[in-house]
């Protein structure tokens, strides 16, 4: 063999299951450490909390309508939690690639399932989406591309869901948008919400996570549907003005209603002078003050 | 009959280049494994060099802790930060009347707090290796020096000395360049993370990366990953984000002084 044609099949050889340029890898698992949205992504958000949603009048009326017992419907109770919960939610993500076992190629990569949130496999072959009225799902449908070493995921086809764990939701027309985006040992996500049917516009959220000094396990747990004291066929609810719980940011925090109820106003700077002449500082911290440990 | 000079001629043009083409294949995208980690090497001209542009106006999207940024949070409420118990026993005697009366109004002002407030920030060149960024909320300024910049001896300051490095990532082939902003910010001046007295000490270091997204709808949006770290104050290093949506223009900007209380 010539030197030509080794160089050439040595090249050839080299270039088979290597991924493309501006890959990075993002496989591990990452323990979220929510010094930030700390109460969101723990214990749940105060109810009566929007601040900050761009909610337009129905995702409005449909978060005030909610009851927590909600989630203890038998019909509920195994429904878990869209892809929008690996933004809100309380755990640590597991990833990896999954390649093709002949190129070698990676054709998609995975967010493992927690035991509430399925899996968000994130397809890289470029297949297209499925068609607007194929079925939903809670996991949904995403597909990713690289962009420089930004790994951007866009998921569709999703059902209904929650978009902050106090009956703020989103429709089955919402779509994510996930930027993974790794410096060193911090990978931090940042994700756009669409939803014509609950938003005025975008709602964006970012949060970081750092390496897990133990194996997080991806698992999607079997769920049996137990009696948690709400019968079957009812739907816990509030009626239009009948929620007591919007001035709970007022007695905790001092935030008024306008602030509590959200709109994409309040996500704003220009919100502050609004609220600026009737805030005053609350005389001490009652509920959820500790730092973390 | 095969010319005698015509196989090493061609074997002296295909070997260097199939070098070539396999060589870049085989390297790393800087940062290897560990993703933006790696710097590229200085450039001479960093705004040149710069593979994404934080040039521009841009306003805080305050929609994660909104009640510790929006409005003063309530005194002894620490929630999600790493304290020490010299950190709590420090924020236990926050009064903000002090504060006022002592004219030290800018605490929660500093580096590794002010991208928390609700703010527009102004980026611009001051110079071809410095990179300046104007806040109207408090109207501070951070300078971010390239280079082997050294910083000169002096006293901490609310907004410290900070070096900043583009770290750029190997675009794939036709495709623009891709990069983030790595600033690493010393010599800082005591302050407050939280507007409630939860502290930072002057032992406080301040790393951060700015990304630049472009979003489906058009938005650019800036999303800066911040890393502050204070063996006083800290258990472990405090990590949160923040993020900017870019305006055309300068819509909203309102430069209003640093305060306590609101």
């Given amino acids: 063999m010539t030197r030509n044609q080794v160089s050439l099949n040595v090249a050839i050889l080299l270039c088979m299951g290597l991924p493309a340029l501006a890959q990075i890898d993002l496989s591990g698992s990452w323990a979220s450490k929510n010094h930030e949205d700390a109460l969101e992504r723990g214990a749940g958000p105060n109810p009566g909390d929007f601040t900050g949603i761009p909610f337009n009048d129905a995702g409005r009326a449909k978060a005030l309508s909610y009851k927590q017992s909600q989630i203890s419907m038998p019909e509920r109770i195994c429904a878990f939690y869209s892809q929008w919960h690996m933004m809100i939610g309380t755990f640590g993500i597991k990833m990896w690639n999954q390649a093709d076992p002949v190129s070698g190629k990676t054709v998609a990569w995975v967010v493992g399932a927690w035991e509430d949130r399925d899996a968000m496999i994130i397809w890289m072959d470029g297949r297209p989406h499925p068609g607007k009225n194929a079925p939903h799902t809670q996991s949904g449908f995403t597909t990713g591309v690289w962009e420089g070493d930004v790994l951007t995921a866009y998921t569709t086809h999703m059902l209904t869901g929650y978009l902050r764990r106090n009956g703020a939701m989103t429709s089955d027309q919402a779509t994510i948008t996930t930027h993974f985006i790794r410096h060193g040992d911090i990978l931090t996500l940042a994700a756009q919400l669409d939803d014509p049917v609950y938003l005025t516009e975008p709602y964006y959220i970012t949060r970081s996570f750092v390496p897990s000094p133990t194996v997080i396990n991806s698992a999607g747990m079997p769920c049996i549907p137990g009696d948690e004291g709400v019968a079957s066929g009812t739907v816990p609810h509030y009626l239009p003005g009948e929620n007591p719980l919007v001035e709970e940011m007022m007695k905790l925090y001092h935030i008024p209603q306008e602030a509590a109820l959200g709109g994409a106003q309040t996500a704003y700077p220009a919100f502050r002078d609004k609220i600026k002449d009737t805030f005053t500082i609350p005389p001490t911290c009652t509920r959820n003050c500790a730092p973390r440990n | ?262």
């Fill in chain 2, 1 to 262: 009959m095969r010319h005698r000079f015509s196989k090493p001629r061609i074997s002296r043009t295909l070997f260097p280049l199939t070098i070539a083409l396999a060589l870049p294949l085989l390297l790393p995208a800087q940062g290897g494994r560990g993703g933006r980690g790696g710097a590229a090497p200085p450039p001479d001209n960093p705004k040149a060099a710069a593979p994404i542009d934080l040039t521009g106006y841009w306003v805080s999207i305050v929609d994660e802790d909104w009640r510790f940024r929006m409005v003063v949070p309530p005194p002894r409420d620490y929630e999600g930060v790493p304290m020490t118990p010299a950190a709590v026993k420090f924020a236990d005697a926050w009064d903000p009347a002090k504060d006022e009366a002592s004219g030290d109004l800018c605490r929660a002002f500093g580096a590794p707090a002010i991208l928390r407030q609700p703010e527009h920030l102004h980026i611009t060149w001051q110079d071809d290796r410095t990179l300046r960024m104007d806040t109207d909320t408090g109207t501070q300024t951070r300078v971010f020096h390239f280079g082997d910049w050294k910083a000169p001896p002096g006293p901490p300051t609310l907004q410290g000395n900070s070096v900043a490095l583009w770290e750029t990532a190997r675009p794939a082939r036709g495709s623009p360049p891709h990069g983030s902003l790595k600033v690493v910010t010393s010599n800082l001046k005591a302050g407050y993370l939280r507007k409630n007295g939860v502290p930072y000490s002057e032992n406080a270091d301040l790393t951060e990366y700015y990304d630049v997204l472009k979003e489906h709808n058009g938005d650019t949006m800036l999303v800066v990953t911040i890393v502050v770290t204070d063996p006083q104050y800290l258990h472990e290093p405090f990590i949160i984000t923040s993020h900017f949506k870019k305006q055309d223009g300068d819509a909203g900007w309102k430069p209003t002084p640093c305060t306590v209380k609101w």
